[in-house]
């Protein structure tokens, strides 16, 4: 079953030579998913900087460094990904592996929400860091990456599973793509901290950037490239058809973007694809916002708790109160234990 990925088409423009001031020719900015398209090369995807909103979403629970990053990268992913959907649902991605940061969970509700947080292993990453030892692949350790798509109530869920065993998330992100759609895509993730400037003085900021592009044929006999590359190969190797250069000199063109072009917000998304794509001409589609956006409430947990026994709810109680946090956006909710005794 391939996962039912598509496009939002909304106001279209062609990215020009002409280089106006940002704002002054609709440009997305932060924060905003850019839909694009290169049709002489059959080459279709989306591309998108994370400023305010992943900033927030990050020092809300004030990870260690190693830990943001990771998460940061998560949640680039899954707004590409989510804000492709075409439907009312969610795009869940999480990670569980042995690793020091064992779990991410970045969790898309169209069409413009998403929350997300990390578990880790406080003591173990404390030595990892204290080693010099804080790549990806240490701080995952094996286990798996899975990618849910949920349609809601009635709907059969989608989920892609992915095998993470000395992988980063974003070749983890190749090899779903290559294994379970077995479309050709390749994608570029960035995160940073900057020193941005302000009222109060300057202070460090999280940024994030990433583009994700597919080779999406029109022409039928190149809708499936039917010779990929095996499992075991290099997601990115070369596809052994003469009518397909497009395909690799859109990978050429993708490694030639510097991670820093990803997240500089005076670049911006549509001067980043005019600089890959403008000896071909790339259409770009209006930006889709995405929002740092819990989807808990009181009432929600109350639902939960309701369902609790007696001894549940009386193991629950704490000081005189249940207290129950949101592990994505930290707030907290108190009731009276009376409340559901008495049911």
């Known amino acids: ?74 949640c680039v992913l899954t707004v590409l990904l989510g804000t492709s959907l075409k439907f009312e649902g969610k795009f869940i991605l999480q990670t569980r592996t042995d690793g020091p940061v064992d779990m991410l969970v970045a969790d898309f509700s169209t069409p413009s929400a ?29 286990g798996v990456l899975a990618l849910t798509i949920d349609q809601g109530a009635h709907t059969q869920r989608y989920q892609g599973i992915v095998q993470l065993d000395g992988e980063t ?31 109060g003085g300057a202070r460090e900021q999280w940024r994030a ?42 990978l050429a063109l993708l490694g030639t973007i510097e991670p820093t072009e990803l997240i500089d917000p005076t670049i911006g998304a549509e ?24 989807s808990c409430s009181r009432d929600k947990i109350r639902g939960i708790l309701e369902g609790f026994s007696a001894q549940e709810i009386k193991d629950s109680t704490e000081d005189g109160g249940i207290h129950v946090a949101c592990e994505f956006c930290s707030t907290q909710y108190d009731f009276d234990p009376a409340e559901f005794t008495a049911q």
């Open 1 to 74: 079953m391939a996962a039912p990925w598509s496009f939002v088409m909304l106001e279209t423009y062609q990215v020009t030579e002409h280089h106006p001031k940002l704002g002054e020719f609709g440009y997305a900015g932060d924060d905003h998913v850019v839909p694009f398209e290169v049709g002489p090369l059959d080459v279709r995807g989306r591309t998108v900087q994370l400023g305010p909103m992943l900033d927030a979403i990050l020092g809300r629970h004030d990870y260690p460094e190693p830990v943001a990053r990771l998460l940061a990268e998560a």
């Open 209 to 250: 950037g990433g583009i994700l592009a597919q080779f999406l044929p029109q022409s039928p006999e190149r809708m499936r490239v039917p010779d990929l590359p095996g499992g075991d190969g290099d997601p990115r190797e070369e596809i052994h058809d003469p009518a397909d250069n497009s395909w690799q000199e859109l």
């Open 169 to 199: 998330l974003e070749d983890a992100a190749r090899t779903y793509f290559r294994q379970s759609e077995q479309i050709p895509t390749d994608l570029r993730l960035s995160v940073a901290k900057l020193l941005t400037p302000g009222p």
């Open 271 to 294: 001067r980043l694809l005019y600089r890959l794509f403008h000896e071909h001409g790339v259409r770009v589609f209006g930006g889709v916002p995405v929002a740092d956006q819990c």
């Open 114 to 142: 998403l929350r997300a947080y990390a578990r880790f292993d406080a003591d173990r990453l404390e030595a990892l860091v204290a080693a010099g030892e804080t790549s990806q692949q240490t701080l995952l350790g094996s």
